[in-house]
């Protein structure tokens, strides 16, 4: 089953301006981790971040997690078109990944 | 090998027929999953290894359906009497300890069931 549901399903943004993708989840996590897939492609960790911690930075990459309201946020700041992809939430239960459905983000030059 | 390597990458087989896919993980990683993922969504966990013990396979759809990796490194994912729903990419990730940390996905193998 999947656990994680990300908001919005699709993102139309232009090159330059800032990429925020949610993700809320239902149980007890030990840890969100977000993943990208590139057209069909493999799915490439992009950060995680642990069920004790608010926010975490990685490049151009921000995440928070907020535990009380089951919920986590991706932005992706100054996007480039190489940015185009899907980004998957992906939930912990201790030992398996338990992903969304995606959203998908189209960033136009 | 440098990455986790899946084979075939692509399998047409006729309803009915069996078919088995390949995971080769990256050297060392203590846990192995398969995913199958359908085209618009996320990937679906269908089983999960520790070394060779199969911890959870809660995700396998039906009893035709099974996964071994008998000693610890490649795994092999079998579908028997396949069905035309089981078209679908089916992924293997790997990751260094127990438990999810940092996982690493192979490029996956498109089964078209005709």
Redesign the interface.
């Given at each position: 089953?999947?656990q994680?549901e990300e908001d919005p399903q699709a993102l139309s943004i232009q090159e330059g301006e800032n990429a925020t993708m949610n993700c809320s989840y239902k149980t007890s996590i030990?840890?969100l981790?977000w993943y990208r897939q590139n057209s069909?492609?493999?799915?490439?960790?992009l950060i995680?971040i642990r069920s004790n911690e608010r926010e975490k930075h990685s490049g151009r990459l921000r995440v928070t997690l907020d535990t009380s309201k089951k919920s986590s946020s991706l932005l992706i700041t100054a996007s480039r078109a190489a940015d185009t992809a899907s980004y998957?939430c992906?939930t912990?239960n201790?030992?398996?990944?338990?992903?969304?459905?995606?959203t998908s983000l189209l960033v136009t030059p | 090998g440098a990455g986790v390597s899946q084979s075939p990458r692509y399998k047409v087989t006729k309803r009915g027929q069996d078919v088995a896919l390949r995971c080769d993980p990256i050297s060392g990683h203590v846990s192995l999953y398969w995913y199958r993922q359908a085209l618009g969504q996320g990937p679906e966990f269908l089983t999960y290894f520790n070394y060779e013990a199969q911890q959870d396979k809660s995700g396998l759809p039906n009893d035709r359906f099974s996964a071994e990796r008998p000693e610890g490194s490649i795994s092999t994912l079998t579908i028997q009497r396949t069905e035309q729903r089981d078209s679908a990419m089916y992924r293997c990730a790997s990751s260094f300890g127990q438990g999810t940390t940092e996982a690493f996905f192979g490029q996956g193998t498109r089964l078209t069931v005709v």
């Open positions: 089953s999947q994680g030990n840890n981790q069909g492609r493999g799915l490439v960790h995680l998957f992906a912990d201790g030992y398996a990944l338990n992903f969304g459905k995606g | -």
